[in-house]
């Protein structure tokens, strides 16, 4: 399995209200330092991780449009040099559709970016107010035209569940993001998220959620629309034509070991995780005085491990192998589920058990985070 590689660059060009980097706005930035320090924490890892192929690198943040080309560049020239390359790398940026971000894509595609997800959120401005974006439909669906004259691959993402959110208006929007042609698409169900602004207009009565049954009415219609535009799901919320899934995140579904750099970014290297420090100083510090940005590294027990594989993998339309998993981390497969469940499940539906291969069906996918917690062996879970 290929080795990924996410850079995190955690400074946002506005606040959002779910950015977990708001205090990381910043009208200036020493990008020579940011530079030195990105290539310093990158080539630790890759002292770690060297013999393994790269397949694929992901910019993410915070707001990673806004960086120099030329330190994007720098990022994937030295990425070439430490670890043997894919012959088709996928190279992914992040980027909000905003017109000084769009801007920059010209630049960023002969720096070596070869496909970039679009932050569009929605294709209604009542809607992206209440998402807090600061872009309207037009500057959005401006910044998609310039993505994909400059890019052969383009992704976006909508949001869509939201309070008083009709079948047809959401039928009628998905009908136009089809229309753009892009080969991805993320599909989102807006989540309240503990501790968010959304949270506390929940808690105070100023929102209503939409409720759990006209939320999988829309998850249903947006399946047989994507079905039917020849852009199936190949994970719960993401979407591609055949070939053209993001291969960087399936590197995490499929349970690969990924290289996280940059302030807060998570990795998984041999059986440890690894976690930079969060706060952008504390990470510039530590690279400062120890080379990297590591705030630690744990081992995971085999246990653990599998529990991980398989709450990823389960996410896949494509499922898990559980013959495979098991013979990876040393267990048996009967034992890495809950076999009562998986019967249970699989008379109604939810599932599909075939030899080894253990699938959830469109109609539990809705039902996903209840479907894992039941199947996954509690010995796994509490290892």
């Not at 990924?4 to 009208?27: E, G, M, Q, T």
Request: with cysteine; net charge negative; aromatic share 8%.
């Amino acid at each position: 399995m290929a080795l990924a590689l996410y850079i995190h660059w955690p400074f946002c060009a506005r606040k959002c209200p779910y950015c977990d980097f708001n205090s990381h706005v910043r009208a200036d930035v020493d990008q020579k330092a940011w530079r030195d320090a990105l290539l310093a924490d990158l080539a630790h890892e890759a002292s770690l991780t060297g013999g393994q192929k790269l397949g694929s690198i992901f910019f993410g943040g915070g707001t990673p449009s806004l960086m120099l080309p030329e330190t994007v560049a720098a990022l994937i020239d030295a990425a070439a040099r430490h670890w043997q390359v894919a012959n088709d790398i996928e190279i992914t940026l992040e980027a909000n559709p905003s017109s000084v971000e769009a801007a920059n894509f010209a630049a960023l595609a002969a720096a070596g970016v070869n496909r970039v997800s679009l932050g569009l959120q929605s294709l209604d401005d009542r809607a992206l107010k209440f998402l807090g974006r600061l872009h309207d439909v037009d500057e959005g669906l401006a910044a998609l035209a310039t993505a994909q004259r400059h890019f052969a691959r383009v992704s976006f993402d909508l949001i869509y569940a939201l309070p008083g959110q009709s079948p047809a208006a959401w039928e009628a929007e998905l009908a136009r993001a089809l229309g753009f042609g892009t080969s991805h698409l993320s599909l989102y169900q807006l989540t309240i998220e503990p501790g968010t602004r959304f949270a506390t207009l929940v808690r105070d009565g100023s929102l209503d959620p939409l409720a759990d049954d006209p939320a999988a009415e829309l998850f249903a219609l947006t399946r047989a629309m994507t079905d039917a535009a020849g852009i199936p799901a190949y994970e719960i919320s993401n979407h591609a034509r055949p070939g053209e899934q993001s291969r960087h995140n399936l590197a995490y579904w499929r349970y690969s070991d990924y290289a996280g750099v940059g302030p807060g970014a998570h990795g998984r290297r041999g059986g440890m995780a690894t976690l930079r420090h969060k706060k952008p100083e504390n990470w510039l510090e530590a690279v400062a005085r120890q080379g990297h940005g590591l705030n630690g590294e744990t081992s995971l027990s085999a246990a653990e491990q599998a529990a991980e594989a398989l709450l990823m993998g389960l996410r896949l339309g494509e499922g898990i192998d559980l013959g495979a998993i098991a013979d990876r981390f040393g267990f048996t497969a009967d034992t890495l589920v809950v076999p009562e469940k998986v019967g249970l499940y699989a008379r109604l539906g939810l599932i599909e058990r075939a030899g080894r291969r253990l699938t959830v069906t469109p109609a539990g996918m809705p039902l996903l985070d209840a479907l894992l917690a039941e199947l996954v062996a509690a010995a796994l879970v509490s290892a």
